[in-house]
Structures are given as structure tokens and as C-alpha cells.
């Protein structure tokens, strides 16, 4: 069911939570199914780290994920979905990277 979606996808949203490795982990599993899946080597993708909010707790570093991004050619943001931070923008940005 997963890949029906990733096939007519336009583009995707990777979140993971900045509280939780393993979250981050699997985001490199989607990334690259959804590559297999379109048979491209590029595809509009934002990753995004959510729970900005609970920086204190965090176990996913900025620069990992930045580091991530950059390795993979895709924007990164943070946002908090608790506090509305940087969610309507991650979603303006995944249709500014499919235009």
C-alpha cells in the first residue's frame, strides 16, 4: 500500500521527530524506497524535524540532519506541529520544490 502511494506521490514530506533516533533512522529507508519506487535519482522532498518544541530532549543534532540533507540533495526544516512552527511552511516548500 505504502509504494501505491510513493508511485503517485508529487512529492513528499520526510518527518521524523528530533526526540527520537530511530524515527530519523528510518527516514533514510523512505528516502530511498520512494527512489526505487519512482526510478529517479532525484525527487521533490523536504525532511523535516518535528517537536522543535522539545529541543531539551533532543537526540537528532541540527547538523545530522542538515548533514543529511545536503548528502541527499533536499531541503531541511524544523518545525513543531504542537506550536504551529514552520507547519504551513514545510508544506509551501514541498510545493515550491514540485513546481
Not at 530519523?24 to 521533490?44: A, G
Not at 537528532?60 to 518545525?79: G, W
Amino acid at each position: 500500500m505504502r509504494e501505491q502511494y510513493m508511485r503517485t506521490g508529487e512529492g513528499f514530506l520526510l518527518i521524523f521527530a528530533i526526540n527520537d533516533r530511530g524515527s530519523f533512522n528510518e527516514i533514510s529507508k523512505f528516502h530511498t524506497q520512494i527512489l526505487r519506487v519512482k526510478d529517479r535519482d532525484e525527487f521533490p522532498m523536504i525532511l523535516v524535524g518535528n517537536k522543535a518544541d522539545l529541543d531539551l530532549q533532543r537526540q537528532v543534532t541540527r547538523e545530522e540532519a542538515l548533514n543529511f540533507a545536503r548528502e541527499n540533495r533536499i531541503p531541511y526544516m524544523e518545525a513543531s506541529a504542537k506550536i504551529r512552527l514552520n507547519v504551513d511552511e514545510s508544506f509551501h516548500e514541498l510545493v515550491r520544490a514540485i513546481r
